[in-house]
């Protein structure tokens, strides 16, 4: 059975390692600070300014003056700092952000992304988006294998205007844990009842596929 | 000491005409200078060039210019928020220069530091990178991305001090720092203006020489765009 | 909260080997990390590349370090105030890179940022550009400047807590911050090491994703270099 | 009569514009904090991270973490602010500081300046003045019109390795008041009871000589 988002984001939560600063993008990347494992110290920045973000505030504590990259009312833990947009980036660009999760568009089995831009339609911007996929040591994709008309949003080549080349590292889709390999996408791990047929036929680009394919643990 | 306060708002966004390239701080809406925009919004200038991360939304910040299609060119990262913008923008009759927001900073921060270029790796490989230079350092190419100025920077603090220091409240700091620094003329408006002395000098943010004239907003609605709450348990 | 925390000096300066490059956060004597450059003195690494606007004097700070001959090239702004320096130095036992003081603070940073490399008008046509691209901006000259980065940086702050988040006091920050960025191993000294929560996050100077380990120095003698008073009237 | 230090220093107080920002380098410069004509706002920036410096503490009261870029004990008028290294020169190079003022060991009738080094002799390094050089609107240099053999260090050339190339505006020595112009060099006053003629025999550099040469008032 395919996972949903909430499961998407607990797989990647295995990925969090211990005493790491972490960016998560909008979307499934959110739901990932949801399910930090036991142990696991991590502190989450976000691009607007802050590091050490915590969870939403209760009812009647929103600040205006308090917010995420998405816009939306957080809080702060302690050890919290805050800074301008320049410093925040200098963060990013300079590798002290050790993982960045994102949504995707598109992702190609050379590691490039498309998140940004739909020609004509969609012009929203990229946002922080390029910084982080040119900068982050490691970067991890959330997404829906498919789009809605059921095509494979994971390619020989992206078809929209790319956010970065050669730089994601791994996708997790409700399918399967891809990593991406100098020779290519390799299937990792499927999800529960996935079958490594299903995923192939859900799948433009190229596959490796190498020895046993094990399910995900959620 | 240098005195910087303006009295009116008038006073403030005098010298301010067309074709004007204007650098407006904040993150959606937090930070934004709402006074500052909204006398913007009722001056009959026009054909401005807008530096800002965002855009607004339709009836509040900088989507009140462009109502009255006072911008011409945008400069943002990203402008998702606003259906009159979108609607402008695929009609052609706003121009929008797109960058990938730290390198808007960056430039920003280049503009006021007298740096006139600087390289990065964000937007390699990208529409980004179109007619820029690309270098490799580090085994990883990078592209020559300039610094960015304007006649006017308007920013937003917290607390301000006659002198033009400024100190800002959490994340509505953002961009407000480095347009501050790469206005010709910047604009500070503040929700509390403080005689200097009062403010610690290790703790400003701004200092005052990067600002040029300063007052106390007359009120702040500090909108909040996404209320996202937990419930208590 | 990740804990940055180490207990003993020798555990903050382990790894440290001979040949390495080094940055030394102060200005003179002011803001200096006093408890590392003292352990470092004592541990037989020699070969050392420092970064540091400046060299010390010939008894305290950096100077403990060349007096044993410790360090094999300096890269410093202003260097005039150690004796033993001068002697290394003109006899070429010492390797000396002077660089303006603005581009050895700006190149401290760019290290840290991500940015490999930016444009300055410093320096040009002197024997600093010698060497270094040329590029006219603005109408004006400028030369391409490289990053700087380093395998240690040591830095020292007023007040820390145990996530690494630093505060600086008075002029005593000066290039603390900016290699702070710049260490791939990062090691703040404090006057006082305080528990998180209790630093207010919108005056951090340094934010603790910057800083890899952080300690309370044992004491801090704080020489000063030039005793200038008035007297009362 | 030749002017002291510290009526070179009151000379170039004149220059000082109302609310303006300015760097005082090491020695004479310094003293001109002291002659600040009346109803004139200066804030005074020190390149090691303050502006809004103040005197000299009281004894007593020194703070070995108040220091200005000469490492002397300072005090800070309120208003004051405090500031790392790169926002510093971010000041200087940025164009924020309007004026400074600095020593020199040569200067050139083209606006160079040679105040760093004297090689195989004196090393000790060019500090913050190549920036400050190749950056302010306005350098005004302070210096003794000849060395101690009574050669003159206003020249055709620098013979010193320069700190900047065509970037001073004007020199104030204890001999007179010179503009760089375009064509050289040109005297606009003259100390008190020197002639115009010493000045020229005290000078290596080509002088440009229009109409009358009054006599500065101190």
Redesign the interface.
């Known amino acids: 059975m395919a996972l949903d988002k909430n499961q998407i984001a607990q797989r990647i939560a295995q990925e969090l390692q211990h005493n790491t600063y972490v960016n998560l993008g909008i979307g499934i990347p959110t739901l990932v600070a949801n399910y930090i494992p036991k142990g696991i110290d991590i502190e989450f920045q976000s691009e607007n300014g802050v590091l050490g973000m915590g969870p939403f505030p209760f009812e009647g504590e929103e600040d205006p003056d308090m917010i995420n990259a998405g816009k939306q009312t957080i809080t702060t833990m302690p050890g919290a700092a805050i800074f301008d947009s320049a410093t925040s980036f200098a963060m990013i660009r300079g590798q002290h952000v050790q993982l960045t999760v994102l949504g995707a568009m598109e992702v190609s089995e050379n590691g490039d992304i498309a998140n940004w831009k739909i020609p004509g339609k969609m012009v929203k911007g990229m946002g922080g988006a390029m910084d982080l996929v040119a900068s982050a040591d490691n970067i991890i994709v959330a997404m829906m294998h498919t789009n809605r008309s059921g095509e494979s949003k994971i390619l020989k080549q992206c078809t929209l205007p790319i956010t970065g080349v050669n730089c994601i590292k791994k996708v997790v889709t409700n399918l399967a844990v891809l990593e991406v390999t100098k020779d290519g996408l390799k299937l990792l791990e499927r999800a529960p009842g996935v079958s490594v047929e299903e995923i192939k036929n859900a799948t433009e680009a190229d596959l490796i596929i190498r020895g046993e394919i094990h399910e995900m643990r959620i | 000491?240098?005195?910087k306060v303006v009295n009116t708002i008038d006073e403030a966004i005098s010298g301010v005409e067309s074709d004007m390239t204007f650098m407006v701080g904040g993150?959606?809406?937090?930070?934004i200078p709402e006074n500052a925009i909204e006398a913007l919004s009722k001056m009959d200038v026009f054909g401005l060039t807008c530096i800002s991360?965002n855009a607004g939304v339709d009836d509040f910040g900088l989507g009140l210019l462009l109502k009255r299609k006072q911008i011409k060119k945008m400069i943002?990262?990203?402008?998702?928020?606003n259906a009159e913008f979108?609607r402008q923008?695929?009609s052609g009759e706003l121009e929008?220069d797109?960058i990938?927001?730290?390198?808007?900073?960056?430039r920003?921060?280049?503009?006021?530091?007298?740096?006139?270029?600087?390289?990065?790796?964000?937007?390699?490989?990208?529409?980004?990178a179109e007619g820029k230079e690309v270098?490799e350092?580090?085994g990883k190419p990078?592209i020559l991305e300039l610094a960015l100025t304007a006649d006017f920077a308007f920013v937003k603090a917290?607390k301000g001090?006659?002198?033009g220091?400024l100190?800002?409240?959490?994340?509505?700091?953002?961009?407000?720092?480095?347009m501050a620094?790469a206005g010709k003329i910047t604009v500070a408006e503040v929700e509390e203006l403080v005689?200097?002395?009062e403010l610690d000098?290790?703790?400003?943010?701004t200092?005052?020489?990067?600002v040029q004239r300063i007052f106390q907003g007359a009120k702040y609605e500090?909108?909040?765009?996404?209320?996202?709450?937990?419930?208590?348990e």
């Open positions: 000491m240098i005195n993150f959606g809406l937090s930070g991360n943002s990262s990203y402008v998702g928020e979108e923008m695929l929008v797109l990938p927001q730290g390198s808007l900073a960056e920003c921060r280049a503009g006021g530091a007298g740096i006139p270029a600087f390289f990065t790796p964000a937007g390699f490989g990208t529409e980004v270098r350092y580090n990078h917290w001090d006659t002198a220091n100190i800002y409240k959490g994340t509505a700091r953002n961009f407000n720092p480095l620094m005689p200097v002395g000098p290790n703790q400003i943010h200092p005052g020489i990067f500090k909108r909040i765009e996404q209320r996202t709450v937990r419930t208590k």
